[in-house]
């Protein structure tokens, strides 16, 4: 079973940007989908954020469209999901996760792999 791990998070400002990373070890992202989600305070399920899939398709939740984007660099087995113009409703806890197959959900039932979590703050 591949092991994600996340790095990148922190506190800014409202209109700044932050770079999460989530390296993969025991495992790859070969030919798989891999996706960020998150789950803002007080809320119980995690929101799709960002994807990418198989073939390289990638994307995008409507409320980060043109402000997130997500890469995958597989000779280092990172995905990044580089963050833009941040609002205080981007606060949440940030997940990636991966799933090995063709189809690229974006309902966090359908994954099996995660990392831990990294907490982004944005503060108005």
């Known amino acids: 079973q591949v092991r994600l791990v996340e790095s990148g998070g922190g506190s800014v400002q409202a209109g700044g940007s932050l770079r999460l990373s989530c390296v993969a070890s025991?495992?790859?992202?070969?030919?798989?989908?891999v996706r960020w989600f998150r789950r803002a305070p007080g809320e119980k399920e995690r929101e799709g954020v960002a994807?990418?899939?198989?073939?390289?398709?990638?994307d995008y939740a409507h409320s980060v469209q043109g402000r997130f984007t997500i890469s995958l660099d597989n000779t280092k087995k990172t995905l990044y999901l580089q963050m833009t113009g941040l609002k205080p409703e981007d606060t949440a806890m940030y997940y990636c996760?991966?799933?090995?197959?063709?189809?690229?959900?974006?309902?966090?039932?359908?994954?099996?792999?995660w990392g831990q979590g990294i907490q982004v703050t944005v503060s108005s």
């Open positions: 994807g990418i899939d198989s073939d390289g398709r990638t």
């Open positions: 996760a991966a799933e090995r197959g063709r189809i690229c959900s974006d309902y966090e039932s359908d994954f099996t792999a």
């Open positions: 025991g495992g790859t992202y070969d030919n798989s989908c």
